[in-house]
Each structure stands twice: as C-alpha cells, then as structure tokens.
C-alpha cells in the first residue's frame, strides 16, 4: 500500500502538476534574450546610421530615438521574463508544499489503516457470532 501510494504520487501526479514549468521558465529565458538580442541589433544599426551621418558632415543627434528604441526592446524583454520567472519560483514552492501535503496524508492514512489492522486483528479471538447493529 505504501508503495502504491509513492508511485501514485510520484509517477501520477507530480508530472500533471510540473508540466508546464518548464515551458514557463523556457519562455521566461528566450524573452531576456531576445530583448537583448534586438537591443545589440539596434544598438549596432545605431551606430552605423551616427557613423553615416557623420562621414556626410550631418548632426548625429537625430539618432537619440533609435538608441530609445534599442532600449526599449530590453524593457519588453525583461517585463516579459520577470514576472514569468516569478511564477515559475511560486508554483515550483506550491508543488513541493502540495507534495509534502500528499506524503503527509498518505502516512497518515498509513498508520489508521496500521491501527485498523491491529486493533481488528484484536478482536478476532472474541466471539464472532454475537453481531451488534447501530
């Protein structure tokens, strides 16, 4: 029964509750980096366009929007993988508590049916023919 038990939480459920951890974390870390990704592209096309405008004798100052742009897509980045990361530490905490919780449980239930047992294999040796109905 013990056993039993143990696979049922093991191979059961803990993969039904874990499954989409990892999807959430994955997503999490591609998001930080592809912000950052777009940030160095941008970043590069930048500079490029002041190089540019500099060897035509022009003011490099028109680009301070692009450098804002290239910024902007690691804020994107991080306020997607932030608040994923975060879900992913809590729900990781709430499946261990529900796993303690289930473990818990299952030996308490353990040891009333241990009780059961060896209260009731007690009273075999009393007379089994006297039944009372409640």
């Known amino acids: 029964?013990?056993?039993?038990?143990?696979?049922?939480?093991?191979?059961?459920?803990?993969?039904?509750l874990n499954f989409l951890l990892p999807l959430i974390l994955a997503i999490a870390k591609i998001a930080t980096m592809v912000g950052?990704?777009?940030t160095v592209?941008?970043?590069?096309?930048?500079f490029?366009?002041?190089q540019e405008a500099v060897n035509r004798g022009?003011?490099?100052?028109?680009?301070?929007?692009?450098i804002g742009l290239a910024l902007f897509a690691t804020a994107f980045g991080l306020?997607?993988?932030?608040?994923?990361?975060?879900s992913h530490v809590l729900f990781k905490a709430w499946i261990n508590q529900?796993?303690?919780?289930m473990?818990?449980?299952?030996?308490?239930?353990?040891?009333?049916?241990?009780?059961?047992?060896?209260?009731?294999?007690?009273?075999?040796?009393t007379d089994s023919s006297v039944v009372t109905r409640r």
Request: net charge positive.
């Open 1 to 16: 029964m013990r056993r039993a038990m143990a696979n049922a939480i093991e191979l059961e459920i803990l993969p039904d």
């Open 36 to 38: 950052l990704l777009l």
């Open 41 to 46: 592209v941008s970043i590069i096309n930048t």
């Open 48 to 50: 490029s366009n002041i």
């Open 58 to 66: 022009e003011s490099a100052s028109s680009s301070s929007g692009a």
């Open 79 to 86: 306020i997607t993988a932030i608040p994923l990361v975060f």
């Open 98 to 101: 529900f796993e303690n919780k």
């Open 103 to 125: 473990k818990s449980g299952a030996q308490k239930l353990l040891l009333l049916v241990q009780n059961a047992k060896q209260s009731g294999g007690a009273k075999t040796g």
